[in-house]
């Protein structure tokens, strides 16, 4: 039996700008990433695999550092002599000044530099057929047309779209059809691009080992691939330790900047990276400063993202009655609302709470 340990998608120096994370912060991001890198060659050796397969994204080129070069070459140099096959991808393509051209690799590496199919033999009668991004856009099917010879037994390997299932807002890079690879006679195909596991009966992504954001919920691994004579089978093994999570806050009967820091606090976990998303009507009295409240419940979260979507909870009909400037507003401006059609009349509905917002002299936030 010939076992394969696969991994795609692992985003070494990563930039984590999105979310607000201090350079502090982002650094540990990092390191955990090297650290899930650092267990998939651990889980390679203690399994005794015949080779590890690596199916693009190992890192983004626009950050990456021979730092980070000198990492991997560690690796793979303790796994040796054991083969590391690697397909770069849209993210780490083969190009002139990649890391992968300007690192010294040790002998057991194998680097698949053309978007072009090419064998390498392993033990047994087993044969990978990697092909690899020389630039980071393409848009041309690696296996359309592509047969494998029909001795042995063959696996591919590389960075693509399967798309038939293609997520929303991603991009396709070596787009093919499941069919497509029935076609070429493989075994099995080993892949990258997508960071959620996905699998068919001939094909699989393992998705990135540690979840990268807060779209990433859900286990994260790596693929083993076992070929015992005409058998494949393909199993997920969990190995990351990040978790991302997301909560929502009704803020509704909170009438204290207290009682929401305290609602806050009670998701309080240092296991895990936190996005709370604060939601709802709240009454207008309590005083919601973000950067206080991220400040005064941050040490209890491993990671703290605080999102406001309140809305404040005015009592419009009790405002209407006031014979102040702010009383004449609220009845102007729901004259004006009710003569509007519908799309109109949500602007001028936000209209109309940004500027009781400057009445209460609270700052104003559009957006």
């Not at 693929?223 to 393909?234: E, H, I, Y």
């Not at 009790?318 to 509007?340: D, H, N, P, Q």
Request: aromatic share 8%; glycine share 8%; net charge negative.
């Amino acid at each position: 039996m010939v076992t394969i340990l696969h991994t795609a998608d692992v985003h070494l120096d990563r930039a984590y700008a999105g979310v607000g994370m201090t350079s502090t912060i982002a650094a540990a991001r990092r390191q955990e990433l090297r650290e899930a890198f650092r267990r998939f060659v651990d889980l390679a050796l203690e399994l005794r695999a015949d080779a590890i397969t690596i199916g693009g994204d190992l890192y983004e080129h626009e950050r990456s550092t021979l730092d980070t070069g000198n990492f991997l070459r560690a690796q793979f140099e303790r796994i040796a002599p054991t083969p590391v096959l690697i397909a770069p991808g849209n993210h780490d393509p083969y190009v002139p000044d990649s890391l992968y051209r300007r690192v010294n690799w040790p002998g057991n590496v194998t680097i698949f530099s053309e978007p072009r199919l090419r064998p390498t033999k392993l033990t047994g009668d087993v044969t990978i057929w990697g092909a690899g991004h020389n630039a980071p856009d393409l848009r041309n099917n690696l296996v359309e047309g592509f047969r494998v010879p029909p001795e042995g037994q063959h696996i591919l390997l590389f960075h693509g779209s399967d798309i038939s299932s293609v997520p929303e807002g991603k991009p396709a890079h070596c787009p093919f059809r499941p069919e497509d690879i029935d076609l070429t006679g493989a075994a099995f195909a080993l892949l990258g691009h997508y960071h959620g596991s996905r699998s068919r009966d001939r094909f699989a992504y393992p998705g990135s080992p540690e979840a990268l954001d807060f779209s990433e919920a859900g286990a994260h691994g790596i693929l083993r691939l076992d070929v015992d004579g005409s058998m494949v089978s393909a199993q997920l093994i969990e190995n990351g330790t990040v978790r991302y999570v997301t909560h929502r806050l009704d803020v509704a009967g909170i009438d204290s900047s207290d009682g929401l820091r305290s609602a806050i606090l009670s998701h309080a976990d240092t296991r895990v990276i936190t996005r709370l998303i604060l939601e709802g009507d709240l009454a207008p009295e309590v005083e919601l400063d973000v950067a206080a409240l991220y400040d005064a419940c941050a040490e209890g979260f491993q990671f703290l993202d605080l999102v406001n979507r309140t809305r404040p909870a005015w009592n419009l009909d009790e405002l209407a009655e006031e014979s102040t400037t702010k009383g004449a507003f609220v009845r102007l401006m729901r004259v004006k609302i009710a003569a509007l059609p519908p799309d109109d009349a949500e602007t001028a509905e936000l209209a109309l709470t940004l500027g009781l917002q400057a009445f209460e002299r609270k700052e104003v936030t559009i957006g």
